[in-house]
């Protein structure tokens, strides 16, 4: 099992800048890939950004060039910097861990953040 923690959300005007943090424990060696995934209110959830083992990185066309995830192996965390953010990035903000290649398939979600973007 791995456990995952979302910290970091809260209230931004826009413009402004936020970095979350997602804390993993457990059975992190199982993991391959790592993402930030958001849902606002009445939409589907969306993938935001991914990052795998290796270090590719993935982001969704409308946070590129304001966002960058990454990943801390040492201290088991994946963060997510949020630049010049704008209203529509409203969301409750969800860490993902994916099982890697060999180890038996799992997805793993933390409880969310919720991070609101003000006029």
């Known amino acids: 099992q791995v456990r995952l923690e979302e910290s970091g959300g809260g209230l931004v005007r826009a413009g402004g800048s936020l970095r979350l943090s997602c804390a993993a424990s457990?059975?992190?060696?199982?993991?391959?890939?790592w993402a930030w995934y958001r849902q606002a209110l009445g939409k589907e959830r969306e993938l935001v950004a991914s990052?795998?083992?290796?270090?590719?990185?993935d982001y969704a066309d409308s946070v590129k060039g304001r966002c960058t995830i990454s990943r801390d192996s040492a201290n088991d965390t994946v963060d997510l910097q949020m630049n010049n953010l704008q209203l529509d990035d409203t969301a409750v903000y969800l860490c993902?861990?994916?099982?890697?290649?060999?180890?038996?398939?799992?997805?793993?979600w933390g409880q969310g953040t919720q991070v609101t973007v003000s006029s």
């Open positions: 990052i795998t083992d290796e270090g590719r990185t």
């Open positions: 993902n861990a994916n099982s890697a290649p060999g180890f038996f398939r799992n997805a793993y």
């Open positions: 457990g059975r992190t060696f199982t993991i391959g890939e």
